[in-house]
Every structure is written in C-alpha cells, then in structure tokens.
C-alpha cells in the first residue's frame, strides 16, 4: 500500500496518524517510505521536504519472555 492510504497528516497540528491498522501487514510490506512536504505562508512560501521510513514489525512472532 502506499504511505498516502496507510496514514494521514493533520495539517493544523502536524501529527502522522494511521488510517487503518489492518492496513500494515509485515508480510505484504515490512517498510513504508514517504516523503512528507511542509510550506508556510509567509513571504516567498518556504518549504521542505523530509523523507520517512516506518519499519513494520511482525507483532505475531513476538516472543514475550
């Protein structure tokens, strides 16, 4: 899947929020890539980008010692 249907980016308070948990699936796609992009609205509109890597773990082979 990618990053833009697993998660969502609220704009007022920059918090990375998941769509869907069902969504992540290490054996479909251990890792997620995206490239978040921020701008503000002053004179000349600065912005940045930043590149994000979420690792997915495989919750159901935990071993709980």
Known sequence: PSAANVFSLQSNTGKLMLNDQATLDYETNAKIVMVIYAQDNGVGNLGTAQT?????IDATSLHII
């Open 52 to 56: 994000f890597t979420i690792n997915v």
